[in-house]
């Protein structure tokens, strides 16, 4: 389905990381998937260029998240949000959904 509408499966799946998780960078994004980091890189530069996408850098990381003044913003996130109601619940936990880390107590062992 991914590839269909975005022209590549791996896209697909980052812009639907991107949508869920809000900002990230190449390295978390490949380890996520099991994909190369050039492609990931290739990917998420080929859409900055495009305008779908911004990034900066904090700190050595280079973050990327959706341009606010991207035209079509909206109706990709619609079109995300839709797309994730048709993706099976163990994939969205599994991909898409942020892990929460657990809380420090302040407790040392």
Not at 18 to 44: C, D, M
Not at 47 to 59: A, D, P, V
Not at 64 to 70: K, L, T, V
């Amino acid at each position: 389905m991914l590839k269909a509408i975005f022209g590549s499966d791996k896209k697909g799946k980052i812009l639907l990381y991107l949508y869920t998780n809000g900002e990230s960078h190449p390295r978390e994004i490949a380890k996520k998937f099991n994909f190369y980091l050039n492609g990931v890189q290739k990917q998420l530069l080929n859409m900055e260029r495009g305008g779908i996408l911004y990034s900066k850098l904090k700190g050595k990381v280079r973050l990327f998240g959706f341009n606010p003044r991207y035209p079509f913003k909206r109706e990709l996130e619609s079109l995300l949000d839709k797309i994730l109601k048709f993706i099976p619940q163990e994939e969205k936990e599994k991909f898409y959904l942020p892990r929460l880390r657990p809380r420090k107590t302040g407790k040392s062992l």
